[in-house]
T-cell receptor, first 113, second 110 residues
Framework: DAGVIQSPRHEVTEMGQEVTLRCKPISGHDYLFWYRQTMMRGLELLIYFNNNVPIDDSGMPEDRFSAKMPNASFSTLKIQPSEPRDSAVYFC???????????FGDGTRLSIL | QKEVEQNSGPLSVPEGAIASLNCTYSDRGSQSFFWYRQYSGKSPELIMFIYSNGDKEDGRFTAQLNKASQYVSLLIRDSQPSDSATYLCAVRGGANNLFFGTGTRLTVIP
């Protein structure tokens, strides 16, 4: 069974550019989570969806960040415009049920120059 | 106060020893607790979860939960060099949000 799939694995871009991160959750999972991980702050929840509907986006740091889930098998996290302080590893995770263990993708390592 | 606190380490133990990783949490209403292992440059991987007070064993891993004292620990018996990683504690609070600690880096010395 395929796990959570994220793309790209690495992204390097200049500040001011738009960045789009993609995620395909595990088939049948009804919850999808976007996290950001840095050395200083650890793993932070940005937003999560239930059945494609955004439930809690209180972790999204600024209006520059947006996330969508147009269907059960695809979600995007967009940063526009990007800034150097957005550099981090971004993880997508999914679960079958909110209280069930979350399964993580391999992450996208984002560097904003 | 952070929702979940872990000692960042590094924690070094010799091969074959017991590694003990600890985590404290602030929300007394927390109901479920997870331990993830994260190798350098990789994603977090779930290794244990526990919901009830007491111990839960799975192979060389034992999770211990004490709700009265608000701590959860992970014991790794017969530690192997392949156990060297960062271990993340995650706690689901009473409001149902999942909070992660910043992790403890474990090094098992051959």
């Amino acid at each position: 069974d395929a796990g959570v799939i994220q793309s790209p694995r690495h992204e390097v871009t200049e500040m001011g550019q738009e960045v789009t991160l993609r995620c395909k959750p595990i088939s049948g999972h009804d919850y999808l989570f976007w996290y950001r991980q840095t050395m200083m702050r650890g793993l932070e929840l940005l937003i999560y969806f239930n059945n494609n509907v955004p439930i809690d986006d209180s972790g999204m740091p600024e209006d520059r960040f947006s996330a969508k889930m147009p269907n059960a098998s695809f979600s995007t996290l967009k940063i526009q415009p990007s800034e150097p302080r957005d550099s981090a590893v971004y993880f997508c995770a999914s679960s079958f049920g909110y209280n069930q263990p979350q399964h993580f993708g391999d992450g996208t390592r984002l560097s904003i120059l | 106060q952070k929702e979940v606190e872990q000692n960042s380490g590094p924690l070094s133990v010799p091969e074959g020893a017991i590694a003990s990783l600890n985590c404290t949490y602030s929300d007394r209403g927390s109901q479920s607790f997870f331990w993830y292992r994260q190798y350098s440059g990789k994603s977090p991987e779930l290794i244990m979860f526990i919901y009830s007070n007491g111990d839960k064993e799975d192979g060389r891993f034992t999770a211990q939960l004490n709700k009265a004292s608000q701590y959860v620990s992970l014991l790794i018996r017969d530690s192997q060099p392949s156990d060297s990683a960062t271990y993340l504690c995650a706690v689901r609070g009473g409001a149902n949000n999942l909070f992660f600690g910043t992790g403890t880096r474990l090094t098992v010395i051959p």
